[in-house]
């Protein structure tokens, strides 16, 4: 018996040994998923706060944009449920269907096969199959603000006056905002807004424009900025009009 002895010690220390090694790991796991779980949350906050900027600048007449973006909030809220632990209740993955697959994809004039591509599955069906975190992180990039900047304008950019949507009056110095759109692809870096005597760079793909209003109510004033390339290493200058009744 007493032979005995070292030997289960020795096999009890092993296998406390292996106990202690298997819960590391475990735990230093659980760590990094606690961490890219935290990441997704973090850049949806980012882009809830864009999103709350387009609601309140360029959307703050219409209520049909104010009913879309008030499904995305709570399309966000819904999935902040979902983590490492948690899963989400059957009605919630339905109202995240209906929303991502009709909703939003018309909206966006997004396909449903570019969605389930992006989605990595094959039907919305299996949408909430995949692995909770790697399915966050798809869903994030899907929702980004960005992307459906992108995909709901039609034009290049936007501007708008800074000051209330006075009524100009010959001789005032107007501050405008201008945002570029769609085709230029600024959060990629691929264009960068280069400042000019009239036009002091805010945000990556925000401007801020002091123009003089012309005397003559006739007459447009030309506003022209520069963007460089940075794909076709070359600089193009782009521009637009402001008539002093223009109330924006």
């Given amino acids: 018996m007493k032979r005995k002895t070292p030997l289960i010690l020795i096999t009890t ?12 790991l475990i735990e230093r796991k659980n760590e990094k998923i606690k961490a890219a779980e935290t990441e997704v949350f973090r850049l949806w906050d980012e882009k809830i706060a864009d999103y709350q ?14 009913s879309f ?12 449920v979902i983590s490492s632990q948690k899963d989400l209740a059957e009605a919630d993955k339905n109202y995240l269907r209906s929303f991502i697959f009709n909703q939003m994809a018309a909206k966006g004039f997004i396909s449903k096969a570019e969605i389930l591509q992006r989605l990595k599955v094959e039907s919305a069906d299996q949408m909430f199959e995949s692995p909770k975190l790697e399915l966050l992180q798809r869903l994030e990039s899907i929702l980004s603000p960005y992307f459906m900047t992108k995909c709901m304008y039609s034009q290049d950019y936007d501007i ?45 793909y925000l401007g801020e424009i002091k ?15 520069q963007m460089y390339n940075w794909l076709k290493r070359d600089t193009t200058t782009q521009n637009f009009y402001l008539s002093r009744n223009w109330v924006l």
Wanted: charged share 25%; hydrophobic share 45%; glycine share 2%.
């Fill in 53 to 66: 900027f387009l609601v309140n600048v360029n959307y703050r007449d219409s209520e049909f944009m104010k």
């Fill in 69 to 80: 973006f008030d499904s995305l909030m709570v399309s966000y809220d819904k999935l902040r």
């Fill in 160 to 204: 708008w006056e800074q000051t209330n949507n006075r009524i100009l009056k010959p001789g005032d110095t107007a501050v405008f905002m201008i945002r570029i759109l769609k085709n230029y692809d600024l959060r990629s870096h691929q264009l960068e807004l280069i400042p000019s005597s009239s036009m002091k760079i805010i945000e990556p």
């Fill in 13 to 24: 220390l092993i296998f406390g040994i292996s106990f202690i090694y298997l819960s590391k």
């Fill in 211 to 225: 123009v003089a209003i012309p005397k003559n109510e006739n007459d447009l004033i030309k506003i022209n900025f």
